[in-house]
């Protein structure tokens, strides 16, 4: 194995397989990026962990095909640390020389026939949007559990009814719904899938803004979701289990509403929240003109706030967890916030508004429940 890339192309496609390394790899092989060169002039890239992989390829000036296994993790330094000159790469018995400039180094190989095969990217469902795709995932994936003792709770669930389709995430305190369109390659395409929200929050933010090609598997065996952008492809397993009937949380309808300028109460909130102790909330009294926050309960530190707000119906107040209602807020993308009340108990719905009296940005809705206030 031969061939000599530009510096660049190498540690994007690089980086991008890296993804997929295992923090503690079961088999020592998993370690490793999979090298292949092929008399065509293109080298293929991959690495897998069981759960997921990934694969990058790009043109290269190929002197003579083969393949190699090298550790995953040197590689990644290696390229990242290289001159913005070209790269030589050689296979020389049972290792691989990388040259470029006055750099050299040398990388033992692994055993490349222990490798295992990577899962084949599924069927192609349809084209979505980069932009908005990863736009949408950044939106919901705040909203996903961190906690794998409810390994479902730490998944997106995928919604696709034809040309829409509904992200939702929740860790039993927020809940987050976000529906975008796309264009799926049959128009009756109906499905649902559970995928782990780092693996798509990475996945996406990897792909660009270009066009996106999903690939979903729902049949026997293993199901699987696949993204596939500019010579990048990766794929994952599904997250397996029931995941709850979250839809329902948000309300019909909100009796009392109050609109919020986005960026004031951002501000507010990170200021007052400067002496909320850890666990504890950030209140928020909301009356006719005005929303005044306080946090800090002991005589070391309190803190409040006013800022302008347009009620209707009745006053109300409510407590959050700082850093739920900050990450709902910065989710939104949206000049003002319109918040819905139920009671002072219920979870209270977070959407956008492009004005104080204009139309609700529906695709994106945010729910998040109160912290009881002690009498």
């Given at each position: 194995?031969?061939?000599?890339?530009?510096?660049?192309?190498?540690?994007?496609?690089?980086?991008?397989?890296?993804?997929?390394?295992?923090?503690?790899?079961?088999?020592?092989?998993?370690?490793?990026?999979?090298?292949?060169?092929?008399?065509?002039?293109?080298?293929?890239?991959?690495?897998?962990?069981?759960?997921?992989?990934?694969?990058?390829?790009?043109?290269?000036?190929?002197?003579?095909?083969?393949?190699?296994?090298?550790?995953?993790?040197?590689?990644?330094?290696?390229?990242?640390?290289?001159?913005?000159?070209?790269?030589?790469?050689?296979?020389?018995?049972?290792?691989?020389?990388?040259?470029?400039?006055?750099?050299?180094?040398?990388?033992?190989?692994?055993?490349?026939?222990?490798?295992?095969?990577?899962?084949?990217?599924?069927?192609?469902?349809?084209?979505?949007?980069?932009?908005?795709?990863?736009?949408?995932?950044?939106?919901?994936?705040?909203?996903?559990?961190?906690?794998?003792?409810?390994?479902i709770l730490t998944g997106v669930r995928v919604?696709?009814?034809?040309?829409?389709?509904?992200?939702?995430?929740?860790?039993?305190?927020?809940?987050?719904?976000?529906?975008?369109?796309?264009?799926?390659?049959?128009?009756?395409?109906?499905?649902v899938a559970l995928l782990k929200a780092k693996?798509?929050?990475?996945?996406?933010?990897?792909?660009?803004?270009?066009?996106?090609?999903?690939?979903?598997?729902?049949?026997?065996?293993?199901?699987?979701?696949?993204?596939?952008?500019?010579?990048?492809?990766?794929?994952?397993?599904?997250?397996?289990?029931?995941?709850?009937?979250?839809?329902?949380?948000?309300?019909?309808?909100?009796?009392?509403?109050?609109?919020?300028?986005?960026?004031?109460?951002?501000?507010?909130?990170?200021?007052?929240?400067?002496?909320?102790?850890?666990?504890?909330?950030?209140?928020?009294?909301?009356?006719?003109?005005?929303v005044r926050l306080d946090a800090g309960q002991?005589?070391?530190?309190?803190?409040?706030?006013?800022?302008?707000?347009?009620?209707?119906?009745?006053?109300?107040?409510?407590?959050?967890?700082?850093?739920?209602?900050?990450?709902?807020?910065?989710?939104?993308?949206?000049?003002?916030?319109?918040?819905?009340?139920?009671?002072?108990?219920?979870?209270?719905?977070?959407?956008?508004?492009?004005?104080?009296?204009?139309?609700?940005?529906?695709?994106?809705?945010?729910?998040?429940?109160?912290?009881?206030?002690?009498?």
């Amino acid at each position: 194995m031969k061939f000599t890339v530009d510096r660049d192309v190498l540690a994007d496609a690089v980086a991008w397989t890296s993804r997929a390394l295992p923090a503690r790899p079961p088999v020592p092989v998993l370690a490793g990026v999979r090298i292949e060169a092929d008399a065509q002039g293109t080298v293929r890239l991959s690495s897998f962990d069981y759960e997921v992989s990934a694969r990058g390829e790009f043109p290269a000036d190929v002197d003579d095909a083969g393949e190699a296994l090298v550790s995953g993790r040197l590689l990644k330094e290696i390229a990242n640390a290289l001159p913005h000159k070209p790269v030589e790469f050689s296979l020389e018995g049972t290792k691989v020389s990388v040259k470029c400039g006055a750099s050299r180094f040398t990388l033992a190989t692994m055993p490349v026939d222990q490798y295992p095969a990577l899962p084949q990217l599924p069927e192609h469902s349809g084209v979505l949007d980069g932009a908005t795709f990863q736009q949408a995932v950044s939106q919901v994936t705040s909203a996903a559990s961190r906690d794998d003792t409810l390994p479902i709770l730490t998944g997106v669930r995928v919604e696709i009814e034809g040309s829409n389709i509904s992200l939702l995430a929740t860790d039993r305190y927020r809940l987050a719904l976000r529906e975008f369109s796309w264009k799926p390659s049959k128009s009756d395409i109906s499905s649902v899938a559970l995928l782990k929200a780092k693996v798509l929050s990475d996945t996406s933010k990897a792909l660009g803004a270009g066009e996106v090609t999903l690939a979903l598997s729902s049949g026997q065996g293993i199901d699987l979701v696949g993204f596939e952008a500019g010579g990048l492809v990766t794929t994952s397993t599904l997250l397996d289990g029931d995941y709850p009937q979250v839809r329902r949380l948000f309300p019909d309808e909100s009796p009392i509403t109050a609109v919020v300028k986005t960026t004031e109460l951002i501000e507010a909130t990170r200021r007052v929240a400067l002496v909320a102790e850890r666990n504890s909330a950030v209140r928020l009294a909301f009356s006719e003109g005005e929303v005044r926050l306080d946090a800090g309960q002991t005589d070391d530190a309190q803190a409040s706030e006013s800022i302008e707000c347009d009620l209707v119906g009745d006053a109300i107040t409510v407590a959050f967890n700082p850093q739920y209602l900050l990450d709902g807020l910065g989710a939104l993308g949206s000049e003002y916030v319109r918040l819905g009340f139920t009671q002072d108990s219920k979870p209270v719905e977070f959407v956008g508004l492009a004005k104080p009296d204009g139309d609700v940005a529906a695709e994106f809705r945010y729910l998040l429940v109160p912290i009881r206030i002690p009498s």
